[in-house]
């Protein structure tokens, strides 16, 4: 099993930053990829940023330029750097990790910004 632990969510206003973190633990070897989705209300959960263990990473392209996603293996962590946030990016974001072919999410953060 694998359990995902998300902090760094909170409120903040349009044009601030956020750094939300991820820590994985229990059987944690060969988790790839590691990644934020999130989920706005009355909307689809969306891929944000998956990032594979070389760190190869794939961005969804509105928030490419303001989001960074980076991982440390030796900490079993992942991380998102969100700048230049907008309203739009209010929704709650969810660590995701896959693991022979199994699927983890974390029970989530939520992002508020406001205009």
């Known amino acids: 099993q694998v359990q995902l632990v998300e902090s760094g969510g909170g409120l903040v206003q349009a044009g601030g930053s956020l750094r939300l973190s991820c820590a994985a633990s229990g059987t944690i070897f060969s988790l790839n990829p590691m990644g934020w989705y999130r989920q706005a209300p009355g909307k689809q959960r969306e891929l944000v940023a998956v990032i594979t263990t070389p760190g190869i990473t794939n961005i969804l392209d509105s928030v490419k330029g303001r989001f960074a996603i980076s991982r440390d293996n030796g900490k079993n962590t992942v991380y998102l750097q969100m700048n230049s946030l907008k309203p739009e990016d209010t929704a709650v974001y969810y660590c995701?990790?896959?693991?022979?072919?199994?699927?983890?999410w974390g029970q989530g953060t939520q992002v508020t910004v406001s205009s």
């Open positions: 995701y990790a896959r693991r022979t072919r199994v699927d983890y």
